[in-house]
Every structure is written in structure tokens, then in C-alpha cells.
């Protein structure tokens, strides 16, 4: 029950961040519910995955490729191009927390000289980086590689 | 795809058949659609319109179409200019063309439809409210009280207006991001200074996550992996630089501040 209660708390405020976000992106309004329950599936997917004990790149795949298979779903229904909403509804789970402490970890390291426990902190910030945002857009893309691979969704 | 019957086109027809093709790519590599979709979406047109065949080189700023019917070669250029993540322009070129597919729309009504669509654009104080809310929800799903979630939404709405005005002036985005990221941090600084919510650094954390540039970076990778290498390189530094000039700001207004908060 409490991880029921979490899991809808966790839900709801990613659900604002998509909206958000797609605002930014100028997608349709009619597009914009769909975003908001792209988000707060997509977040507390990865969030429950992550509870059963799996790491956050591949919860973050398992996401990925859920929002990426509603996305063909969505956009063969509504005729619109998949990105519309896939990517808004993926934007709270991109790793800029771990961005920016890479990059100023590395002002950092030129500013107060080398040291193993700043170098440890860069690498191990950017690394996740990296593997979260290729498991994010590498999952999205899955289902144009893997099944619709000659011939467009929409 | 099904192949349209074969119909006779003149010369002129063609180089009009292969100027909207051009102008379709055009507009959804500016309006920030990832290279496949973009150069399916364009030559899909072309196929429509009557052309034997389309074919197309992107680059990071610019688009090459040639057209070929029945040995005939048009090829054309265009520079591409980024107008800003868009998803309503690419929703309505690709609308168009999917009825010129079914045969609905001809090339003059293509035409007429292309030029008709305008960017539509959110009202910005709307945008600043929710853009200052999802900063404000990212605290939340950090672990912050509603303290935290106040200062956030405060320090991210006036970071998003200034983005707004440097971007309506036209200003380069990553100086853009450079004074936004400064502004954000300066201003939820003041939470850690005044010690205020159960995690004042978090709001450092959250209220700078405007700035993470999450379409380009998808954009990127998706271009990698779908083989179109050099735009997925070219959005690649883009982000990269983006996320730079963002860091760049946090870091100048820590070392004003002397607050440390998150890093």
C-alpha cells in the first residue's frame, strides 16, 4: 500500500514536468494529455523497476521501450509523428542532475587541481549520463528498428 | 507505400514537385524532427506528388533534394535555420502530407497548405507557470518539502522569463543558457543561505533542470542509431555546448556566492 501511495505521488508530479516540458516543445493541446500520461507512466514504471532492485540505466530502458510501444500505438491512432510525445513524456526521467554535476565536476578539477575523489565523482556522474540517455533514446527508437524497420509508423 | 499511378509531369511541374519537397524537409529539420522522420516524411511527398524517385542529404544547417523523373535529374539547396523545437509545425506538415499520399491534396494545395502553416507558440506566461512547476515537481521527486518546492517554482519561473527574453532577442542559445543557469542558481542560493525546507540544496539542483537540453540530446542519439552519424554528431556538440553553458553559469554564480548547495 505505501508503495502504491508512492508510486501515485511519483506519478502525478512527473506527469507535471511532461506537460511542462511539452509546452516548451509547442506540441498540440490535444497531444498535451497524452504527454502528461506518457510521463507519469513512464516515471513510475522506471521508479517501481528500480524498487525490485535493477539498476537505473536498464530500468530506464524498460521505460523507454513501454513509452516507445504506446507511442506507435498513439501515433498510428492520432496521426501525428511518434517524437510529439514520446520525448516529453521521457524528459523527467533525463539524467541533468548527473550533466551538470559532470561538467562542474570537471571546472572543479581544473580549478582546485587533480584529485582521485573529484576524477571518481566526474567519471562515475558522466558514465550514468551517458547510459541513462542512450537506454532513453535507444528505447524509443526500438520499435522502428526492431518492427517497423522498412516502412514508416504513421 | 503504395505507388501512385503514373501520370505525365513537365519540366516545370517537376522543379515545383522537388521546391516542396525541399520545403517540407526544411521545415521539420528546423522545427527540431530527427533526421529519419524528416527525410521519410519529405521524399514520401515527392513519391506522392508523382516522382519517380527522392533523394536526400541532410547536414547539420542545410538540406539537398534531387528528384528524378524518368532520367531527369532537379536538384536543389537549402540552408536550414534552427527556429526552435516545434512539435505543432511537424504535426501539420506531416498531416499534409499523409493526405497527399492518399491522393486528396494536389501539388498546388500542398503548396498552399505548406505556406499556411504558422508556428503556433504557447502563451508564455503559461509557459513560465508550468516550466516553474515541473522544476518545483523535480524537487519534489528528489525528496524536498513544499518550502523547497516554493523556492524552486520562484527561482525557475524568473530563470524561464529571462530565457524567454534572451530568446526573443535572438541572443546564441548558450550564452542564453549560460545567464539563465546564472540567474536560477543565484537566486535559489538564497535558500541555502537562509537555510530554508529540509533540503535547501536541492533546489540549486532542480531549479537549473530548465536548462537540460532533453530534445536535442534524444534527437542525437536516435540520428546514431538510425545511421544518420553526422547530424546525430552535429546535435551531439550542440547539446554538449548547451549543457556547458548552463554549467558555466551555475559555477560563475557558486563562485560569487560562495554556496556550494549541490556539487
Known sequence: MELFLSLVDDAFFSAIPAIGFALIFNVPKRMLVLCACGGAIAHSLRTLVMHSGVSIEWASLVASVTIGLIGVYWSRRYLVPRPVFTVASVIPMIPGTFAFKTIIGVFTLHDGGYSAEVMASVLENGLATLFILMALSFGLALPSILIYRFRPIV | ?263
Request: aromatic share 8%; net charge positive.
Open chain 2, 1 to 263: 507505400m503504395s505507388t501512385p499511378s503514373p501520370r505525365i509531369i513537365s519540366n516545370e511541374q517537376q522543379t515545383d514537385i522537388v521546391r516542396l519537397v525541399v520545403q517540407t524537409g526544411m521545415r521539420l529539420q528546423q522545427h527540431g524532427a530527427e533526421s529519419k522522420l524528416v527525410e521519410q516524411t519529405s521524399s514520401r511527398l515527392g513519391l506522392a506528388l508523382g516522382l519517380d524517385s527522392v533523394e536526400i542529404a541532410l547536414t547539420a544547417n542545410a538540406i539537398i533534394v534531387t528528384g528524378l523523373y524518368q532520367g531527369r535529374c532537379i536538384t536543389t539547396t537549402r540552408r536550414v535555420f534552427d527556429r526552435g523545437i516545434n512539435m505543432h509545425v511537424v504535426c501539420e506538415v506531416q498531416r499534409i502530407v499523409l493526405l497527399a499520399e492518399k491522393q486528396l491534396l494536389d501539388c498546388d494545395l500542398v503548396k498552399d497548405r505548406l505556406e499556411r502553416i504558422s508556428a503556433f507558440k504557447y502563451n508564455r506566461w503559461l509557459v513560465v507557470f508550468m516550466v516553474g512547476l515541473s522544476c518545483a515537481s523535480f524537487s519534489h521527486l528528489f525528496g524536498g518539502d513544499w518550502t523547497v518546492f516554493a523556492m524552486t517554482f520562484i527561482a525557475s519561473a524568473f530563470a524561464m522569463i529571462v530565457r524567454q527574453e534572451l530568446a526573443h532577442r535572438h541572443h546564441n542559445p548558450i550564452f542564453n543558457f549560460g545567464v539563465t543557469a546564472f540567474v536560477a542558481t543565484l537566486i535559489s542560493s538564497l535558500a541555502v543561505r537562509f537555510n530554508l525546507g529540509n533540503q535547501p540544496e536541492l533546489v540549486m539542483a532542480a531549479s537549473v533542470l530548465l536548462l537540460v537540453p532533453g530534445f536535442p540530446l534524444i534527437n542525437a542519439v536516435s540520428d546514431f542509431v538510425k545511421g544518420h552519424v553526422n547530424t546525430g554528431m552535429a546535435r551531439w556538440g550542440m547539446a554538449t555546448l548547451l549543457c556547458l553553458g548552463a554549467a558555466s553559469g551555475i559555477a560563475l554564480a557558486m563562485a560569487l556566492t560562495g554556496v556550494r548547495g549541490w556539487v
